[in-house]
């Protein structure tokens, strides 16, 4: 068996690892997203005022709202993205002889695995959203991801698991830009020196930032459209170039950017406690699969 699945279950557990870690500021960031007026009371005016009213409200468990999906959800979108990334990069490397990609080769691997994850995961990020952004009930018992999807497929139909489906594809420019950035800035550093657990970090940390920076109003929008749609047409979203529009001339251009400071944070964070346990645990994986009779040797490990 190739490497595809080792880093496939390596990205997944990575995945695991840094979503629990900055859940807080993906609930906090969310629900700044998807607030389009700041006019009532429990309106949130910025990142800490949000936090604040989340925990004053609904108590520490209202930032971990939605969590259960979260965590399968990004188990399950670094799992399907390592493991079409490595199978292109993998290809790239026999057909070229090389060691390394270069940045068209990190670029069109980053394209495909990023496509072929969002196809496949966005039902559990719209589900997600959805949960992220219901604020709890003290006398209310909270949705299950189950329940969550019955509802939606009951109230709005199937394809409503793929609400938000276009500007996904098109944010799929994310992490072209942030595995581009990754692989590069790693082959460079790799010339001087064996790379370690901080530069792994450091490393998901700068790539992350550039491609975050580049995309939010893209995410924004997104988040918006994996909600259940008004039918209020100045709060409906009929397309991603009507979002646009409608959030500009509603909001401002500042409007596409709510949000941006807990997002940048998360992001960073997230990337960076991803890319480091995913190299971490790249090497039990391959151990597991040889335990499991599913691999030979380590060799031709990473």
Known sequence: MSDNVAHALAGAG???????????LI????RLQVQRTKDSDSAYAGNMDALRKIISAEGIAGLFSGLESALFGAALTNGVYYYFFEAVKATFERASQRKTLSTVESMVSGAVAGAMTCIITNP???VNTRLTVKQKSQDKEESTTLQAFAEIIREDGVLAL???IIPALILVINPIIQYTAFEQLKN???RFRKLGSLDFFVLGAISKLAATSITYPYILLKSRMQLKQSKNEGERYDSLADGLRKVIAQEGIAGLYKGIESKLLQSVLTASFLFMSKEALFSYAVKLLILLGARRS?????
């Open 14 to 24: 990575g995945g695991i690892i840094s979503m629990a870690v900055t859940y807080p």
């Open 27 to 30: 609930t906090v960031n969310t």
């Open 124 to 126: 559990i990020w719209v």
């Open 162 to 164: 793929w609400q938000g």
């Open 188 to 190: 460079r550093v790799q």
């Open 298 to 302: 380590l060799a031709g490990a990473k």
